[in-house]
């Protein structure tokens, strides 16, 4: 599974949508994810999900297994419309920032309550953030506190890099940054401006923890207790989770099921089965076989949607790893790759071949950022990697819960195999837990799948927390000085300056391709016969406020 002074607004998104339509993505829908007239109140509906990585705990939660349970069980200080992904008031009665977003004054809306009858207070925001950015808590969404002053000193450079030596305990456990000015209200001052804050604030990573959780992390990890509309109930993530709305909730965004069930699958054809036999809901992604032909729409007539949605996949190198280390070999591999006949033959032309870094439905989006390497080039591919040091063999890791997968990447080592007439291997994992583990844990030999479905809508939710040195999505360690710098200037800029400033630091990815751009996946979901007025976000997740049985 992240914005600049892009305080983004309804029609600039609905404008990034209509150009990826324009290219080749169609929507289409059925009359089932209507105004919602139809359907009871009440009632329980399946959802498909994997495992998540990680307990459910916000901070080190960054996968989709994990955030399609928490982001219903907790609200943030702003929330985002499921039509448009526009950023909303929720937890927060205002968010003002100083002229040049460097000061952020926080108010929030009195009488919130969470899960376990405990006041939700400028202290639940603030010391969530802190412990989350503390160093010693190792959280994987750590990072997205490192603008704000004060973050360095709970995290100490460690004194060898990736050497044995290890970084020293911090001195402090608070950022000098955050004050609670009373019960409901608090203050940011970040190091440099961050003018697009206010978009960026419904993340996981700045949702508000009960002062019960500070007892007990990882018993909280097995059963949160959150402020949101759903309140979990029971399960874990081997089997799923069972939700149930929360009578408490005080947002307008109130459920109409009273409960939702987040059933876990090893296998997405398992899983299309279930729908079709009515033993499932909803399936937010097809499987690639039953893409061909368009077969889902025939096997579910009035009940699927296919429109685009801000995921985009791509291939990491490691660059951890000396023999990744090299552009001429990561350009290689990348002109190696025919996107095209992928995109058509295992994904039935759902999908579309990248030409950057950034998803086109973001204001800000610039096509061919990738230039030439993104081009299927076999012969200045083979050229190229004549010149690169390390000649393989080479592997490709990815998480073999869904069948797509397999396909796509086997059909990229046979790519470098026939151009480069160099040996590579898919390699599978068991599923998608396993295989972020061992990604997260810097454990990769060779290349791996990665795909981004965006936190919130933005050019900066694509670059940001994916490339920039230590960021908390980095999979690959990149690590670029300018690319760096400058982020750090857009995202104290606004509007057309700091689109234009983001899409600066994305060419700079095309310096060195050690993370290959490879589709932008438009999303085809299905659901049973049992539930109505069905609808899915601009994240790819389904809408639990809006959905019915019938």
Excluded at 59 to 70: A, H, I, Q, Y
Excluded at 240 to 251: C, E
Excluded at 324 to 344: C, F, G, N, V
Excluded at 367 to 384: E, F, H, I, R, S
Aim: proline share 7%; charged share 20%.
């Amino acid at each position: 599974m992240k914005q600049r002074k892009l305080i983004l607004t309804s029609a600039l998104f609905a404008a990034g949508a209509l150009a990826l339509t324009a290219c080749g993505g169609g929507s289409s829908s059925s009359s089932s994810s209507g105004s919602g007239s139809s359907g009871a109140k009440g009632g329980s509906v399946t959802i498909y999900n994997v495992k998540p990585q990680n307990p459910l705990i916000p901070t080190d939660t960054n996968e989709v297994g994990g955030s399609n349970v928490l982001d219903n069980l907790f609200t943030g200080l702003v929330r985002y419309d499921p039509t448009t992904a526009a950023p909303i008031l929720s937890a927060a009665e205002s968010i003002t920032p100083s002229k040049k977003s460097e000061f952020w004054d926080i108010k929030l809306k009195p009488g919130q309550m969470f899960q376990d009858n405990t006041p939700v207070t400028a202290s639940s925001f603030v010391d969530a953030w802190n412990w989350g950015a503390y160093a010693p808590n190792a959280q994987l969404n750590s990072s997205f506190f490192t603008p704000i002053k004060g973050y360095d000193d709970l995290n100490p450079a460690d004194p060898d890099g990736d050497g044995p030596k290890t970084a020293p305990v911090p001195k402090v456990k608070t950022m000098s940054g955050l004050k609670v000015i009373s019960p409901t209200e608090f203050t940011i001052e970040f190091k440099t401006p961050q003018s697009f804050f206010r978009v960026e604030a419904g993340y996981a990573a700045f949702f508000p923890l009960p002062t019960s959780f500070y007892k007990d992390p990882a018993a909280f990890g097995k059963k949160p207790i959150g402020n949101g509309p759903f309140q979990l109930v029971s399960g874990d993530g081997s089997t799923g989770f069972v939700l149930k709305a929360w009578a408490g909730y005080q947002g307008a965004d109130k459920p109409s099921i009273t409960q939702a069930t987040f059933k876990t699958y090893t296998s997405d054809t398992a899983a299309y089965a279930d729908i079709q036999a009515g033993n499932l809901d909803f399936m937010d992604e097809v499987p690639p076989g039953d893409l061909v032909n368009d077969q889902f729409k025939k096997d579910m007539p009035g009940r699927f949607i296919s429109k685009p949605v801000g995921l985009i996949g791509t291939l990491t190198m490691p660059s951890y790893d000396k023999d990744y280390q090299d552009p001429i070999l990561h350009k290689a591999i990348s002109m190696a790759i025919d996107r095209a006949t992928i995109t058509k033959s295992v994904f039935n032309g759902s999908y579309i071949p990248a030409t950057g870094w950034v998803s086109p439905v973001v204001d800000g989006y610039k096509a061919g950022a990738c230039g030439v390497n993104c081009d299927y080039n076999p012969t200045m591919a083979k050229q190229l990697f004549a010149q690169a040091k390390f000649k393989g063999p080479f592997t490709i890791s990815y998480n073999g819960d869904r069948t797509g997968n397999k396909e796509a990447y086997e059909a990229i080592c046979h790519n470098i195999q026939n151009n480069l007439g160099a040996s590579c291997t898919a390699k599978p994992y068991v599923d998608f837990a396993t295989f972020r583990a061992a990604v997260t844990s810097y454990k990769m030999t060779g290349m791996f799948r990665t795909a981004w479905q965006m936190d919130y809508p933005s050019i900066q939710d694509y670059l940001e927390p994916l490339y920039v040195t230590n960021a908390s999505s980095n999979d690959g360690k990149y690590s670029n000085k300018t690319f760096d710098s400058l982020i750090t200037k857009a995202d104290g800029q606004s509007g057309a300056a700091a689109n234009a400033t983001y899409q600066q630091a994305e060419a700079t990815l095309a310096t060195d391709m050690s993370i290959v751009p490879l589709w932008y996946e438009n999303q085809s979901a299905v659901w049973s016969s049992r539930v109505t007025n069905v609808k899915t976000t601009p994240f790819s997740t389904i809408d639990l406020t809006d959905i019915k049985v019938k």
